[in-house]
């Protein structure tokens, strides 16, 4: 099937600063200081990359299915780790200069 956003014919030749998807929410797994255990919680996740004008779009449905692998199936990594992770692969999948990523979720220490 032809990747239609990676067209370079049809369609008027113009950078877009933002595109993407937002509040995409997924269960994560987060570790704590001090050797606690871990536990789950939901993070609401916002992932944007820059358009160069040579492409007509990007696929959207790569960004989910760059994430989903990341966030849901590592269970030892630090939420920073994890999303440098994800803006280096989104990067490459979207062959982009500038990828911008967003992770929030809620976090209740009961120590």
Do not use: W
Not at 23 to 49: D, H, M, Q, V
Not at 65 to 89: C, H, N, Q, W, Y
Request: some cysteine.
């Amino acid at each position: 099937m032809k990747d239609i956003q990676a067209s370079t014919e049809g369609f008027p030749k113009i950078a877009i600063n933002k595109v993407g998807v937002r509040n995409i929410e997924l269960p994560i797994t987060l570790i704590r200081k001090a050797g606690n255990k871990p536990f789950g919680t939901i993070a609401t996740i916002s992932s944007y990359c820059d358009l160069v004008e040579d492409l007509k779009g990007i696929n959207m449905s790569r960004i989910e299915r760059t994430l989903v692998p990341i966030f849901m199936e590592d269970k030892g990594s630090l939420v920073t780790e994890l999303s440098s992770t994800a803006a280096r692969e989104l990067q490459k999948v979207h062959n982009t200069n500038h990828v911008y990523l967003k992770v929030k979720f809620k976090y209740m220490d009961y120590n």
